[in-house]
């Protein structure tokens, strides 16, 4: 008698898929959907790429779509607290049975493509195709798609007609993938620009813009700008900004970049509205205040005040320090900073060591990551304080030891990647008495 496939032996799948890399192209995506069904093509698809915002974005879009009262999915790479996360109606997670029922078919078709010869598709294929057979299955009217790293080359490309293209920031990161000019990643990022589909984009470079709007016009698509918030402030801990159609808005996400973000989300309702979804003013208004989003610029502990915010890059980074000094101008700062080896961490451990008074570094648990040494010696080439953590458990209990001996209130903040953010979370918790600090 066949063992039954359970939660266990998905995530055991899972895990053994990362083992065939990154792999860019629609070949692989294509054979494995096709003996799926090809289920995608009864999707309508809002998709989003760009470098910084993506998962903000999406996540202030599903939450006015479920006020307006559309069953909404939303897919999200990478997850920073579980596997599930990533997999989202109006929400909720998938529930453990539904993922292992889905991810027993996408295995069934990876080892038959393997058995035919075949690349066995990568994890990020492997996580795309369950996305799509789950929103399928679950008759999601409208998916909130976001790309991996890339665009034209990105597994969730194989779209033909999304309901609009979405393009958040687009700034230099993955550059050994997607090219070393903000114009080359630009042109990797427009892939998703589809045939008559319309385009909504936030803010950009001047070279982004150019390449942003040749590839709308080249596919006959209409070119949506959202507009750039004048200015952001900060009410009682809520962060809020001034929309001339909607009023002030009050966001519970934090970051100065998020008043962007939300705006791109309007931008693009706006847009749906168009195309006969029916969202009302009061509907836009009640989703992009009540979206949170796990991981970014979020508030885990209040005694201390602990933040932990998946900056990965130069330009989230430079936009997280911008916020810290902005809204916490005379508290002590103590960072935890992990990065992968293939970020610009020289320019990143630069650029952090004048916000913070110290620095314990950490090497998240990926392959891809950086020593805990190398970034610290960095740090204090550049003329900052490091102390290199052998752990992120470690790590936290002496960035909260230190906030429990200084003179003044301290503020930590954990930043510099999203791997590592739910062995900190997790750390925190367990200093906390009986988790009563913690904001879950």
């Known amino acids: 008698m066949e ?24 070949d692989s995506i294509r054979e494995l959907m096709r003996r799926l069904g090809d289920v995608w093509k009864a999707l309508r698809v809002v998709h989003v790429a760009g470098t910084n915002g993506k998962g903000s974005v999406c996540c202030f879009l599903a939450s006015v779509l479920k006020e307006a009262g559309y069953k909404t999915g939303q897919y999200a790479s990478p997850a920073v607290f579980d596997l599930r996360e990533a997999y989202q109606i109006n929400g909720a997670w998938i529930e453990p049975e539904e993922y292992a029922l889905c991810m027993q078919d996408v295995e069934r078709a990876c080892l038959d493509m393997a058995a035919c010869g075949l690349s066995h598709p990568t994890v990020f294929e492997i996580e795309t195709a369950l996305a799509f057979l789950w929103f399928f299955r679950s008759k999601c009217e409208i998916v909130l798609l976001e790309t991996g790293m890339g665009g034209s080359t990105d597994a969730t490309n194989l779209l033909e007609q999304p309901l609009c293209s979405v393009i958040t920031s687009i700034d230099m990161d993955h550059t050994q993938f997607l090219g070393e000019t903000i114009a080359e990643i630009a042109a990797v990022k427009s892939g998703i620009i589809k045939e008559g589909c319309p385009v909504i984009v936030t803010e950009q470079p001047k070279e982004a813009e150019a ?112 916020d810290l000094v902005r ?59 490091a102390c290199a953590a052998d752990s992120v458990n470690s790590a936290v209990r002496r960035a909260h030891a230190f906030a429990e001996e200084a003179d003044g209130p301290v503020l930590i903040v954990a930043f510099g990647s999203l791997y590592y953010l739910k062995e900190v979370k997790h750390a925190v918790y367990e200093l906390t008495t009986n988790g009563s600090a913690l904001i879950s």
């Open 3 to 26: 063992k039954e496939y359970d939660y266990e032996a998905a995530m055991r799948f899972h895990e053994s898929a990362k083992q065939y890399g990154s792999v860019l192209g629609l």
């Open 211 to 322: 390449v942003l709007r040749q590839k709308a016009s080249e596919a006959h698509a209409a070119y949506y700008k959202a507009l750039r918030p004048k200015e952001s402030w900060v009410e009682e801990g809520t962060l809020c900004f001034a929309h001339p159609a909607y009023g002030t808005l009050h966001l519970s996400m934090m970051g100065s970049v998020q008043a962007q973000n939300a705006a791109l989300a309007i931008k693009t309702v706006e847009v749906l509205r168009k195309q006969g979804c029916f969202v009302t003013d009061d509907q836009i208004r009640a989703g992009i205040e009540s979206a949170v989003w796990a991981g970014r610029f979020a508030c885990i502990s209040k005694t201390p005040l602990f933040y932990i915010d998946g900056a990965h890059n130069v330009d989230a980074i430079r936009q997280l320090l911008a």
């Open 327 to 385: 809204f916490y101008p005379d508290m002590r700062r103590i960072g935890i900073f992990g990065v992968m080896a293939d970020k610009p961490y020289r320019s990143m451990a630069a650029m952090a060591h004048s916000v913070f008074e110290r620095i314990y570094t950490v090497r998240p648990d990926e392959n891809r990551a950086l020593p805990a040494e190398t970034l610290a010696e960095e740090i204090r080439r550049a003329g900052g304080c």
